[in-house]
């Protein structure tokens, strides 16, 4: 029977320790290794034997090694004419490094190398498949810190790498002055000196051809003076548009004010009393004096007063709106404000005219100044490109008369080369071979054991049944309070 088992405090620990975590991942591992221990064994000594027989069957190689010094001869160089010339002695980089590479690999130093060694390819290999073969065995690596190039070749014979190393190395020798040496290169530079020296002065003189039919002295100068022409003439031509719109404004105000001033004003004015006023006022008086008496009888509110008012306050009305004065005779004169109206008139008119008359001068001008900015800008990028045209073909006459005097120097100097090259140590038959058995056996323990227990980790891996109390509380993120133990494992150890 089952048994409900509490489990001490110190087993329970957090789900989020680094240290239970670790020690879940070591306990797991262990675990898997432990419970497919056959599958681990087989699996380990598979790849281990399979690692050693391969070690033991295949073939041995061996590697020969020889060093080559590269020593960087004197180079001229040449300083234009204010300054003096000196020679410079170029450091060995990568660049030198690669080029004596590829010479070493070339496909004819090779071929020249098997033909010095006598080497027959074998039966169904091509001379060229053989010659690809040992391009590819040889390997040219510089040393730290020193101008030795290592070349190393790597055969299935100790004797023959070494021999066919030397050989490759002695015709690299022969054929590195073949490759560094200069023939014909004064005689070049000379022929291309007078062809260069004919281009640099026909350009020059198309330049000064095209500057004398187009009448311009300095481009960007004539350009920046024309910009600040357009510019003034632009800014005078739109004040000018101003003034007319601001004349013809004001035209149009003082038109205006004339026609609201009169031509003729009134001279002189004769005027008699309004007798309809009087009548009224005698009539106002007898309705006032009727109001008083309907007063002394009745009441305010009463409608003889009130009709009595009403009428008053119609009367006063009317005695309103009557003149005091009635015109009876009038004489009118010039009235001299719109005769003053009038002269504003004409001589804002006179000025508007003036302005408009004036304004297709200034259109004009600045139209003519604009077309001889624009074709200067034209002109401008022809006459860049006469100039450039011109200062390239200097430019590359100077260029290769500096080359044609470092060819000379460099033809004079038969004796040394740019680069010399010269052999430190030849190849001798190497003693151990390059593929021993000791690097394959150590690959084959450490990677079969490696493979052996991933897989061991991987089958488990694929299990996902909790098997540990921290794998109940890392996924279930709660702690485990008790655990039943297997019956069978309790039984056998009652039995015990």
Known sequence: MATLQALPDAVVAPADSAAGITALAVRSFFYAVFKHSRLVVGVFLLIFLSTAITALLRPRTWMAEAKILVKLGET??????????????????????????????????????????????????????????????????????SNTIDVTYVGRAPDRAARMLNAIVDVYLDRHGKVYRTEGVDTFYAAQLRMLHDQMKDSQRRFRDYLKREHVIDVDQEVLLLNKDVLEQERTWKTHLQKIRGMSQKLAQVR????????????????????????????????????????????PTDRHVQDRE????????????????????????????????????????????????REPEIRRRLVNTRKRLHELRNKRFAIANLKEDADLKAYAYELFRKRHEEARAQAAMTNQSMVNVAVVQHATAPIEPLNGLLLPLLLGLVGG????????????????RLRFEEEVERYLELPVLAVIPDLADSVQIANA
């Not at 300083?79 to 410079?88: D, M, R």
Request: net charge negative; aromatic share 6%.
């Open 76 to 145: 001229a160089q040449l300083a234009p004419a204010e300054s003096t010339s000196k020679s410079v002695y170029l450091p060995l980089t990568p660049e030198v490094v690669k080029t004596e590479a590829d010479i070493l690999k070339a496909t004819e130093t090779i071929r020249g190398a098997v033909t010095r060694v006598g080497v027959e390819p074998e039966p169904g290999t091509s001379l060229d498949e053989m010659i690809a073969k040992m391009q590819l065995a040889l390997t040219v690596t510089p040393m730290p810190g």
């Open 256 to 299: 205006g004010q004339l026609d609201r001033t009169p031509s003729q004003i009134p001279f002189s004015q004769d005027f008699h009393a309004n007798p309809t006023i009087q009548t009224f006022k005698d009539k106002l008086a007898a309705l006032e004096i009727e109001r008083y008496h309907a007063l002394q009888a009745y009441q």
């Open 310 to 357: 009403e009428e008053i306050a119609r009367i006063r009305r009317r005695i309103q709106e009557e003149k005091d004065r009635l015109l009876t005779d009038q004489s009118f004169r010039a009235n001299d404000l719109h005769l003053e109206v009038q002269k504003n008139v004409f001589a804002i008119e006179a000025a508007l005219s003036d302005l408009r008359a």
């Open 449 to 464: 054991f490696a493979l052996a227990s991933g897989l061991a980790v991987g089958i488990e891996y694929l299990n996902r």
